[in-house]
């Protein structure tokens, strides 16, 4: 088995495999529901028969799914009807352990859609059957949840199906890793590297139709999220001898049939070649140009396409497809000896198109290839070549340009898949799945440098196998002191040896012969093997040979047995493949090229190199031995390909092949281990940690020794004696049905725990949260305080100042303007301008003015002025015609008789009005007389008799020209304004007024005596009318007045309660007067 350790690996990861009876149900591998406990058959889209493993039942027809099931477990027979069972059935898949054993269906099974890829993901590897997908799987969880490198190791001879295998386990994981934009091109990169490759590194052999003449070791780097970002490609030893000659039944590499096929005629032509591959020397060896299984047209689309997702442009195609058409023209290049036997090219028009093609001289390339040239001594010695020497030249050079072009294309294809850290920004390191696709064990009827090489590789890698599977198991047990039975396996280490040590080893030997002066030749190598290993046990030649084995080896031939088997190697070719020369003055001539990728291949410094460069054996040895270095550092998955039948034929299984493969795969040897062992082991500190929660007296922390820790755990857990044992330094699981249960058990607690830590760190976050909130309210609060404190401080010291200087600049403030007063002087100032701003008179009636200080005085009388000023300005803009007209009377009224008359100001308030009559009260006859005077003013008196001092109700008409008294409609006195003399009224309260006429004129009555209630109104207009302003007598006492020809009448006034007016005794007429309050 790879045993207990592979099993542990798997187990290790968390998802460790059932062996009991639930592993005895598979869900179906085909698209058909799963219907438990019944057989179900589907018919698939390509007509297979696909069935349902359910449960015990099916055991019979299908058997079982995991070999270590097999109840005869040691019986190679029954190992083998196992695996025939399930190829019947189309199930491929079986498991040894973790090991997957796949056995090539050669036709197509519904087992690769995307609902199958999706019912792998993310599920435990026991729970489903066995399938690629489990695997693939299972590594990404481990390198997910470890993050630990991984690498998926595929085995198997020629047309096992390990390529397959890989293209499906890169599908894998295209469609289930997490994508994004730039993934998805990394993806389709990872993808679209395999058709180029293949197209430039497959060819058709005898064993497969697309077999990998190249070894394959693609890592595929996965971010923290668990997508792939990049990827990085290995290659191993091209066979590059296929390009120029092919066994019978086989073809070179695929890129030349399919740009005869499918390029496009102006490609072609471009090229110079036309589409019959029969036209080519180097495509006619194995006399099989066309295969039915291989569309050639159609794996050129592909192959175009996946070149430009892999991002070559145009011109790099084109440069990339004229080597590959060089290498065809270098084919048909033909010699012929001339007289001295020296080749000469013959084929002119082939050097054209090679110059052409590769971009150098034609003339340099032509001497080139009949021309040697050697550098002795310093000196450059040109000889010319014979036919032979000329085409193996020839050959020399369509080998190098094919291989070195094929290296470059491995190169171009890894900058694309390059891991461009910039382009994800905050992406922590990768991990690294690597996927190990190298050619298989081959054996042919001849088998040469070439299968020596490859089955080398096969032989280092079942060393690998074996060192970390079968030995270091066994070791591990022994070390830990658990009772174990060793199990019998063929260790290979011994045929490794024979190939790769040091001085001793074939290779050696080979580079030995190699490097030596003198003639060197395949024989002579044969020789020297002979003569170094003839005792080697797994070495044969003719003449070390019995006389029983002797006839079937050849004189040229060795044979080792290898652990696959026993291959004859013909030595023929062995000393000129390891050298792998080319002239020098090719190499020259390929340095000057311009074709960019040849120029890339071909360095100057190799011209100028004196160190002579590694066989292509030694390179080889080195490149597996890093190869080695790289995969034992990852955790390896296996997959053991086999094939059941020669012939590429579906349900054919051919049990001696099968049988074969079994045993050279050490598949029963893989199964015993696995049986015999424990399917987990643990260091005990490392089982403690990851098992601990599950025990009280464990968790959280154990502070004794691990041993007893998990001694105490797994008593905790129930574990019987025969279910595991304690090692030195482990603790050793024989079931894993019983670490499935523990894990289970984890899983639920796991559960828990994630929801107390969740709750705890909620807790602990929040009360973070909170106690920084605090602080943060704190600091706050008293930085505010501070402030606020210092503000109240501040402006205390600067009231106390202000305070203090007040005080001082009142005490000094009737001194002159010095320091001591200045502010408060300043202040006196402020403070009064501050007042008077508030505090400005409303009107111009409103006389109120702050008391200024002394020191503004004058300013505020200044101020008081322009206040004044500007309102009486404001409000004599405001002023209309009509109170412009109503003030000037009123100030004319104002000038006659303020301080004058008592009853002034009482009609100060009172507006004067136009008139007191209207038109309607006057009569119209009287309106007639006077309509050419315009009427001015009308008021109702009382007219007083000159003689008795009746008095009468009588109208006062003013006109332009002369105040008229009216008695209804007879005018009764008309007083022309020349006329009046002067106007008198008494200066106490009462309302009568004389008119004073001139007495000359005889046409006149005499003075009027007239009563109005509007007496200032009335006599202010007759006043301004009559243009009488100065003439107006305000009296004390009594006033005299005319009543016609020189008689004399006398009005007394004097102040009464109440108004009274009448004739006394004296004849005069007496008029009482109100006291008023006013004056
Ligand atoms: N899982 C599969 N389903 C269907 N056909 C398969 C499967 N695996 C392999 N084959 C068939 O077998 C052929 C050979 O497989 P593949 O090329 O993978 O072999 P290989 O092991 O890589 O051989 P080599 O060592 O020569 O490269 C494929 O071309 C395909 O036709
Ligand atoms: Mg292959």
Redesign the pocket.
Known sequence: MPGARTCSLAARRGLPRAVGAEALAEPPQGPEPRVPGQRAQGLGANGIRLSMESALTARDRVGVQDFVLLENFTSEAAFIENLRKRFKENL?YTYIGSVLVSV??????EIYTKQNMERYRGVSFYEVSPHLYAIADNSYRSLRTERRDQCILIS?E????????TKKILQYYAVTCPASQQVETVKDRLLQSNPVLEAFGNAK?L??????RFGKYMDVQFDYRGAPVGGHILNYLLEKSRVVHQNHGERNFHIFYQLLEGGEEDLLRRLGLEKNPQQYHYLVKGHCARVSSINDKNEWKIMRRALSVIGFNDSEVEDLLSIVASVLHLGNVQFAADEQGNAQVTTENQIKYLARLLAVDGSVLRDALIHKKIIAKGEELVSPLNLEQAAYARDALAKAVYGRTFSWLVNKVNKSLAYKAKKFPGWRSTTVLGLL?I??FEVFQHNSFEQFCINYCNEKLQQLFIELTLKSEQEEYESEGIAWEPVQYFNNKIICDLVEEKFKGIISILDEECLRPGDATDTTFLEKLEETVKNHPHFLTHKLADQKTRKSLGREEFRLSHYAGDVTYSVAGFLDKNNDLLFRNLKETMCNSENPIINQCFDRTELTDKKRPETAATQFKNSLSKLMEILMSKEPSYIR?MKPNDAKQADRFDEVLIRHQVKYLGLMENLRVRRAGFAYRRKYEVFLQRYKSLCPETWPTWDGRPYDGVAVLVKHLGYKPEEYKMGRTKIFIRFPKTLFATEDALEVRKQSLATKMQATWRGFYRRKKFLTMKRSAITIQSWWRGTLGRRKAAKRKWAVETIRRFIKGFIYRNHPRCPENEYFLDYIRFSFLMNLKRNLPKNVLDKSWPTPPPSLCEASQLLRRLCMQNMVWTYCKRISPEWKQQLEQKVIASEIFKGKKDNYPQSVPRLFINTRLGREEINTKVLQALENEGLKYAVPVVKYDRKGYKARARQLLLTQSSAIVVEEAKIKQRIDYANLTGISVSSLSDNLFVLHVHCEDNKQKGDVVLQSDHVIETLTKTAILANKINNVNINQGSIKFTVGQGKEGIIDFISGSELLIAKAKNGHLTVVAPRLNSR
């Open positions: 491929i090539n269906p050669y036709k197509e099974l198997g020629s047309g096992a199906g390990k390529t397959e295998a052999t064993r497969n139709d697309n077999s990998s696709d050619y298989g390909c």
